[in-house]
């Protein structure tokens, strides 16, 4: 850059823009050198390269984001979903946990889509508790996609941090497998400013049974409790003879102790 003029010991802000990287990146390497001419074309020394001071700040909870060309792709990098029971009609409670590699201040949001298959209606409102109140009390329901909208609370979400989210559906009346479910977020910073966001990627589900039921903690798997196999039979037709009858029974669902037949 080409200086009109600046006195010995007064300070040159230069500010400029550049698109930053798609993909991760650290800060580069940055050296500055300055050729001193007389103000009317002639050089008269130089001043030799050196490595330019950066601040080591964090911006947006990302380490060292304040450095130039540090470049962090947005991203939940804990996001799992599971439930407490596949059994229909029921009200089901649903876990979620996340956790960005950014801040998210408050107003940010974080969408959940695809949890579709439930008895809930759409709702302004869905009542949901979450880690310190911090992604807020009630989110905004849609039916038909699955969509549940949460809103990042005063005092916002730190990157590195894991954050849970409870809410309840009824689930549906009939057998289903668990549907596709994405989580993605809009971040914002703490002065309102849009910061970037997190693609919309596919929730981790536990995969693991639930009474008995496989993968019936993956969220909204419902399966009726029916019998698989139901036969009774007996010893002997004769009459007045001690007769024995033999039930053999398999059930789709583990019968704990206290459960009745």
Not at 65 to 75: I, K, Q, R, S, Y
Not at 144 to 151: F, K, M, R, Y
């Amino acid at each position: 850059r080409r200086v009109l003029f600046r006195s010995a010991g007064s300070a040159c802000v230069v500010t400029f823009s550049l698109q930053n990287s798609a993909t991760n990146q650290a800060s580069p390497s940055v050296s500055v050198s300055a050729e001193i001419q007389d103000g009317i074309g002639n050089s008269v020394g130089s001043i030799a390269a050196a490595a330019m001071i950066k601040p080591g700040t964090d911006v947006y909870g990302v380490a060292k984001g304040a450095d130039p060309l540090t470049v962090l792709v947005p991203e939940l990098v804990v996001k799992s979903i599971e439930q407490s029971t596949p059994v229909p009609s029921m009200a089901n409670t649903l876990t979620v946990t996340l956790m960005a590699n950014y801040d998210l201040a408050s107003g940010s949001t974080v969408t959940i889509t695809g949890l579709t298959g439930s008895q809930t209606a759409d709702t302004d409102s869905l009542a949901i508790a979450s880690t310190s109140n911090m992604l807020g009390a009630a989110g905004q329901w849609i039916q038909s996609l699955g969509q549940l909208v949460l809103t990042v609370a005063s005092g916002g979400t730190k990157a590195g941090l894991p954050y849970s989210v409870t809410f309840g559906l009824t689930n549906s009346a009939t057998d289903q497998m668990s549907p596709s479910v994405s989580i993605g977020a809009t971040i914002l910073g703490e002065s309102g400013e849009t910061a970037g966001s997190c693609t919309m990627v596919d929730m981790d589900k536990p995969g693991t049974a639930l009474y008995g039921v496989p993968h019936g903690a993956d969220p909204l798997t419902v399966v009726v409790p029916r019998f698989n196999a139901l036969s009774i039979g007996q010893s002997t037709p004769a009459s007045d003879a001690t007769n024995t009858l033999t039930v053999t029974l398999t059930a789709n669902y583990d019968l704990a102790s206290g459960s009745t037949v």
